[in-house]
């Protein structure tokens, strides 16, 4: 089941080694911002995915999405950007935004089949000097549909 966290949830939590990016202390500094949003999945008390927002002015910024290796490819990534855009709609936001890895094929496939598309390239945007794309996602601001664009770059 899909919950927003929040700090006494995050208490009962157990995060496992084969989920990226995700650890208790990184997780409370989030929720002390007010504009930001992370959600969960659990298993057994076991954090096995997450999404962390931010949603700024009639922005929502995807700040990562993560599933533990064990259980990727069972939907969990894309049942938690669906919460996401519901609240989108509630929120009339008018674009998501966030930046991945040119080389992150399987992120970049799971936001394409949301409707993201590349809006600008990002040269070694990485420490590692990797290049970043950033990539859009425009809603209608009547209603909150996505409206399908092509990439730009
Ligand atoms: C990207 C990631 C979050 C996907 O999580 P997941 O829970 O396995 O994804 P889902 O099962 O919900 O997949 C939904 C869709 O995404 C795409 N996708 C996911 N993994 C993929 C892969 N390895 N190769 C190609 N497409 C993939 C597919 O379109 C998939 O639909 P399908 O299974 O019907 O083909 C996961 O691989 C991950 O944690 N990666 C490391 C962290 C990361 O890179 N996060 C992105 C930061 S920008």
Redesign the pocket.
């Known amino acids: 089941m899909i919950f927003l966290l929040d700090r006494l949830r995050l208490e009962t939590l157990t995060f496992p080694p084969d989920?990226?990016?995700a650890c208790a202390r990184a997780f409370e500094e989030e929720l002390q911002r007010p504009w930001s949003r992370i959600w969960c999945i659990e298993e057994e008390g076991t954090l096995v995915?997450f999404l962390s927002v931010w949603f700024v002015a009639d922005e929502v910024h995807?700040i990562?999405?993560?599933?533990?290796?064990s259980?990727?490819?069972?939907?969990?990534?894309?049942?938690?950007?669906f919460v996401m855009f519901d609240e989108t709609k509630k929120q009339h936001s008018r674009l998501a935004v966030?930046?991945?890895?040119r080389s992150?094929?399987?992120?970049i496939?799971?936001?394409?089949?949301f409707g993201f598309y590349a809006a600008h390239l990002r040269p070694a945007y990485y420490a590692d000097g990797e290049d970043g794309v950033e990539m859009h996602c425009v809603f209608d601001v009547g209603s909150g549909a996505v409206v399908v664009r092509g990439d730009e770059v």
């Open positions: 989920l990226p990016n995915a995807v990562d999405v993560a599933t533990a290796v259980h990727r490819r069972r939907g969990l990534a894309r049942a938690l950007l966030l930046e991945v890895r992150n094929v399987s992120a496939a799971l936001y394409r089949a």
